[in-house]
């Protein structure tokens, strides 16, 4: 091979290398100004605030089921994802509701395989 094609091989194969980098960029989770498990815990005595967060993660879900359609999460009630917000916040008291919320995602699609953020 001569010298300029394998220049132009070489630069276009680190353009190509540099903007498959360029492209992995981080997950933004659009949410409260407090997505804490301590917001959350807190907010057991304030039925619209509970809601709130709830109606959050049912949305984050739906938003995974558009992303996923071969690996759904199957409908739940409320009360259901309010025991799954529980159970993990008091297993990760510092730990974050999207973070929760990816966990159900996780788990109740059959995906059972961390999404990674």
């Known amino acids: 091979m001569n010298r300029p094609k394998l220049t132009r091989l070489i630069l276009?194969?680190?353009?190509g290398l540099m903007m498959a980098g360029a492209s992995a960029a981080p997950l933004n989770l659009l949410?409260?100004?407090?997505?804490?498990?301590a917001a959350w815990s807190k907010s057991k005595d304030d039925p619209d605030?509970?809601?709130?967060y709830v109606v959050w993660v049912r949305g984050f879900l739906?938003?995974?089921n558009y992303a996923l359609p071969n690996q759904?999460?199957?409908s739940f009630s409320s009360g259901t994802l309010e025991l799954k917000l529980n159970q993990?916040?008091?297993?990760?008291?510092t730990g974050q509701i999207s973070d929760a919320a990816m966990r159900m995602s996780d788990e109740?699609?059959?995906r059972n395989q961390?999404?990674?953020k």
């Not at 949410?31 to 498990?37: E, I, V, Y």
């Open 31 to 37: 949410g409260f100004d407090d997505m804490s498990c």
């Open 62 to 64: 739906t938003g995974h």
């Open 114 to 116: 961390p999404i990674k």
């Open 49 to 52: 605030q509970r809601s709130a």
């Open 108 to 110: 109740l699609s059959g």
């Open 72 to 74: 759904q999460v199957s």
């Open 12 to 15: 276009a194969t680190s353009a």
């Open 88 to 93: 993990y916040c008091s297993r990760n008291p």
